[in-house]
């Protein structure tokens, strides 16, 4: 029973970088040998540490991601990190563990990660999985998203409110707005559910900053947001929850 996966990190972002760290840290039976920038600089380690997992970004100065596969000797358990989907295939070709798309939640890396201690340790069914509630039990208070050419930190606590503009979503904090190449149900996966709720089929709030409902309108500082009928009675039934008492 291998109790403990070894893994490395080979990401040139030094945000993307700190997230994986930060996820790898909340995992029980995840241990980090390793950030690197590039395969290159990690090459002479792996091959005398031999991790038993890598993460593996795609985009990287030296050698691409998917180049570097081919050249290892020493073959771990790989997770390919990427913010183009179009590489899956390819990946998969190079019998890769999983496929991570950027931002990552940590849900889902959970799920990537448990699949590789899966088979690592035979085991065919999962358990309870009791660790995933450990590692889960700290919520986090931000969020990263790509912003143009940069990943930008959000305070979870400063967002008012996300509307959603084409292919586009905005998010709206107290001090200034980011505009995200995103999926609804992509940013849902990454915020705190008891925290945001979708209200319309263009915007997710912040229950907290709320400051009053009037015929199906919330207002929020200075902008009115409507209630639609499809979000209606599930919105109504979530809000309830944070009244004291209840």
């Not at 919520?139 to 790509?146: Q, R």
Request: proline content about 5%; aromatic content about 12%.
């Amino acid at each position: 029973m291998k109790d403990l996966i070894t893994c490395y990190v080979i990401e040139d972002e030094p945000l993307a970088q700190e997230i994986m760290e930060s996820y790898i840290g909340r995992v029980p039976f995840l241990k980090l040998l390793g950030s690197f920038n590039g395969p290159l600089e990690a090459s002479n380690q792996l091959e005398k540490e031999k991790p038993d997992l890598l993460f593996l970004d795609i985009n990287l100065p030296d050698v691409d991601g998917l180049s570097f596969i081919p050249m290892l000797r020493y073959h771990p358990a790989i997770i390919l990190t990427t913010a183009y989907g179009e590489f899956a295939l390819k990946g998969y070709e190079l019998d890769v563990d999983d496929y991570l798309l950027k931002p990552i939640s940590f849900e889902r890396f959970y799920k990537g990660v448990w699949k590789v201690y899966q088979r690592l340790n035979n085991i065919r069914q999962p358990d309870t999985n009791e660790a995933f509630q450990k590692a889960n039990s700290q919520e986090d208070d931000y969020l990263f998203v790509k912003v143009g050419h940069r990943i930008q930190k959000i305070a979870l606590n400063e967002i008012l409110f996300i509307r959603g503009m084409k292919d586009y979503l905005q998010i709206q904090s107290a001090r200034d707005k980011s505009m995200v190449l995103m999926s609804f149900a992509k940013i849902t996966d990454l915020l705190p559910a008891r925290k945001f709720i979708r209200v319309h089929k263009s915007y997710i709030v912040a229950v907290d900053k709320i400051d009053h409902i009037e015929r199906n309108r919330i207002s929020i500082g200075r902008e009115i947001i409507p209630i639609s009928d499809t979000y209606s009675d599930d919105f109504f039934q979530k809000i309830k929850w944070f009244q004291p008492g209840s």
